[in-house]
């Protein structure tokens, strides 16, 4: 719903995408948000936005963060400040992304648990 409402695209999403407004159809938003199924996660999950992100805005993904934290769900939280919905918009913003996801998923990298036992 609150892409609908707030999202920078909220003409195309209850037009197009849903092709019905919240206030009529509240259950139809709920069954296609991503929020229904949080509880099935279990995968550490690295969560980054843009500070200035009107597509996905930065209470969507506060909002995700905080339900895999809620289910103890291993789980990070970055918010790129000045950046859009393209993060990597610049260069040195480019780096940090990329330098961020990898770092992630070396730490979650199965093959260095087996690293940690020697």
Known sequence: MTMALAG????VVTRHWIRD???DNPQKYFDLSPIRVV????TPTLVMVGEE????PTWEAE???SALKMQGVPAAYVRVPGASHSIASRPS???SKTDTIMAWFEKYDPANADEDED
């Open 8 to 11: 920078d695209i909220g003409v």
């Open 21 to 23: 407004d919240p206030w």
């Open 39 to 42: 509880g099935n996660v279990t």
């Open 53 to 56: 992100d009107w597509r996905t």
């Open 63 to 65: 909002q995700w963060y």
């Open 93 to 95: 913003r480019l780096i």
